[in-house]
């Protein structure tokens, strides 16, 4: 599907039909949030896939009941993950087995290295969640282009997530995905006008 076609046509379903998505499907749109864009390249997320219906419905009531829990198919929780510190390791490891020479990326990564040191544990968590928002975004539009549907879900208690799903301290969940079929249908979308959200350079007095 056209990605313009797709950006007009994705809405946050608020129920789905609990047919499940086949597993060639979900794969292609597990490599479209693996391939999201992130600062420096440090991919601060993990995304936990939840397929059993009974943990989903265990799940339901920490998320304000809402509906879409226990009808999707597959339930993503979109964690921050604040170890930071662990993923430039992994990028320059990554970097190296892909060509790089240590020696001639060194800038690169102390540069990131400097940059996450002078992070506070409030700042980490900010920047990371910003980061998996974008993998969320992938998530949604993706969705749509391989033929389901989704909703972004903020409407759920991440410390109640975290105890159910055991999560280590550096997972922090941030943001829910389910994905499967709607069993609602879309209805207008309701956006303010463009003279409203974009601003011209004209108009600043710069
Ligand atoms: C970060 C975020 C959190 C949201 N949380 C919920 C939620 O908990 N439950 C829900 O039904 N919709 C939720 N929504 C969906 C929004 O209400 C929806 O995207 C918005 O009304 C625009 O409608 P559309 O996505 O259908 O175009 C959320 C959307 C975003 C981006």
């Known amino acids: 599907m056209e990605f313009e076609k797709i950006v007009h046509e994705r809405?946050?379903?608020?129920?789905f039909d609990g047919r499940k998505i086949p597993e060639e499907k979900i794969s292609r749109?597990?490599?479209?949030?693996?391939?999201?864009?992130?600062?420096?390249?440090i991919q601060p997320w993990k995304i936990i896939i939840i397929k059993d219906q009974k943990l989903k419905e265990k799940l339901q009531p920490?998320?304000?009941n809402q509906q879409q829990i226990p009808t999707c198919s597959h339930l993503l929780v979109f964690c921050a993950d604040t170890?930071?510190?662990?993923?430039?390791?992994?990028?320059e490891k990554l970097m190296i087995e892909n060509g790089a020479d240590k020696e001639s990326i060194k800038g690169y990564i102390d540069m990131m290295k400097g940059f996450e040191k002078n992070l506070s544990e409030e700042q980490?968590?900010?920047?990371s969640q910003r980061q998996t928002f974008l993998a969320l975004g992938n998530a949604l539009n993706g969705a749509k282009?391989?033929?389901f549907d989704s909703c972004p879900m903020e409407g759920f208690n991440p410390a109640e997530y975290s105890r159910?799903?055991?999560?280590?301290?550096?997972?922090?969940p941030t943001a829910l995905c389910p994905v499967?079929?709607?069993k609602d249908t879309q209805k207008d979308k309701l956006r303010f006008a463009k003279k409203d959200v974009f601003i011209e350079d004209s108009k600043l007095k710069w």
């Open 11 to 15: 809405y946050a379903t608020k129920l």
């Open 29 to 41: 749109l597990f490599e479209m949030i693996r391939h999201a864009a992130s600062s420096f390249n």
């Open 62 to 64: 920490a998320t304000w």
């Open 83 to 91: 170890g930071i510190a662990g993923n430039i390791d992994r990028l």
């Open 124 to 127: 980490k968590l900010s920047w």
């Open 145 to 147: 282009s391989l033929g």
């Open 164 to 172: 159910i799903l055991s999560l280590p301290k550096n997972l922090v």
């Open 180 to 182: 499967g079929y709607a």
